[in-house]
């Protein structure tokens, strides 16, 4: 259990009430974030920027970030988007710090930012077989790195993680295919993260929405992954029918404040 740090809290509140004094620490991360095109080294980026920063304007900029693209900001949007697929990058911290970041959330009535600090589950077990090719997994495994369009179309109902990691690396699997993955009813918590922190296709603004309207998709990724959808998607998934009650609330809380700063504009 992390320890709450009164400075920290009144840190973090102070920004999020004075929204302009976390700007130029936005100003920064996305000067920094958008001159890195590659994502193996954005994740660098972001981890170094992490470092630099205390705790209490640490969760000050990350709700500032989220506040902004929700409002529909291009360039937080897609820094948002990248922290929540690369959770590893928070979770990467020192223990004790992303401890006291959870606690110190938590004090601060931040509850979305805390989710951010909880990590995500790893399932004891995952069904490895596929129903659609009858074969071992390492084989099916090697056939994912192929070429054969139908063993692939196939292989897309596969329920390996390993499997599904060779085919997010196959050239020849499409947008379509993951979209199509990231769908897959039942699937596991396990292959959603995959396909969130692929460096080629979590990005895809298509394969985000998918997944967040995936039912099994935990609410860890879940929840960092609604501030980067539209407001139209998030009016749609408040509809669905398929979230869990803490979902629900994070939606709701989502559109009310997209709302209220239309209003006000």
């Known amino acids: 259990m992390g ?3 009164p ?3 009144t840190r973090a509140q102070a920004l999020i009430a004075c929204p302009e004094d976390a700007d130029p620490y936005v100003a920064t991360w996305l000067r920094r974030f958008g001159g890195v095109a590659d994502r193996a080294l954005r994740r660098t980026v972001l981890a170094s920027l992490l470092a630099e920063i205390d705790d209490g304007s640490l969760l000050g900029v990350l709700a500032r970030v989220d506040a902004r693209a929700a409002s529909g900001e291009a360039a937080c949007r897609a820094l948002s988007a990248e922290l929540a697929l690369t959770p590893s990058v928070l979770n990467d911290l020192p223990y004790e710090r992303v401890a006291d970041l959870y606690a110190a959330a938590r004090a601060a009535d931040l509850p979305r930012l805390a989710t951010r600090f909880l990590g995500r589950r ?3 077990s995952v069904e490895p077989r596929n129903p659609h090719l009858d074969a071992s997994a390492g084989a ?3 056939a994912a790195r192929g070429t054969d369009r139908l063993v692939l179309d196939r292989l897309l109902h596969d329920r390996d993680p390993r499997v599904i990691a060779a085919l997010l690396d196959n050239p020849r699997v499409t947008e379509r295919d993951i979209v199509r993955i990231a769908a897959m009813r039942p699937t596991s ?8 922190a692929h460096s080629r296709w979590g990005q895809r603004y298509r394969v985000r929405k998918t997944i967040a309207f995936n039912p099994a998709c935990p609410f860890s990724l879940a929840a960092p992954l609604l501030p980067t959808l539209l407001r139209q998607h998030l009016a749609e998934l408040a509809t669905s029918q398929v979230l869990t009650s803490e979902l629900q609330a994070e939606v709701a809380a989502l559109l009310a404040s997209t709302h209220a700063r239309g209003r006000d504009r």
Not at 189 to 196: D, F, N, Q, W
Request: no cysteine.
């Open 3 to 5: 320890v709450v740090h």
């Open 189 to 196: 918590s396990v292959i959603l993260g995959l396909v969130a």
């Open 122 to 124: 790893v399932e004891n």
């Open 7 to 9: 400075a920290v809290v």
């Open 140 to 142: 099916r495994t090697a």
